[in-house]
């Protein structure tokens, strides 16, 4: 099972909120950019394993997925 790194979650109330962006940022800077499967998506991979780019999702930058 995966566990979010420290930081991630925290407790409010009796809810655990996640930070779904700061996962999302973490699988995709851990990808290798040499795997067949992950260059052709190059570009997009550079871009969102910067946490920055998490801060603007845009509905064209899912388009590009």
Same mark, same amino acid.
């Given at each position: 099972?995966?566990?979010?790194?420290?930081?991630?979650? =925290?407790?409010?109330?009796?809810?655990?909120? !996640?930070?779904?962006a700061?996962? %999302?940022?973490g699988a995709?800077? =851990?990808?290798?950019?040499?795997?067949?499967? !992950?260059?052709?998506?190059?570009e %997009?991979?550079?871009?969102?394993?910067q946490p920055?780019?998490?801060?603007?999702?845009?509905?064209?930058?899912?388009?590009?997925?």
């Amino acid at each position: 099972m995966w566990v979010p790194p420290l930081g991630i979650c =925290s407790r409010v109330g009796s809810y655990q909120e !996640v930070d779904i962006a700061a996962i %999302l940022q973490g699988a995709v800077a =851990s990808m290798n950019h040499d795997n067949f499967l !992950v260059r052709p998506h190059l570009e %997009l991979v550079e871009r969102f394993e910067q946490p920055e780019a998490w801060n603007t999702v845009t509905l064209e930058d899912l388009a590009g997925c």
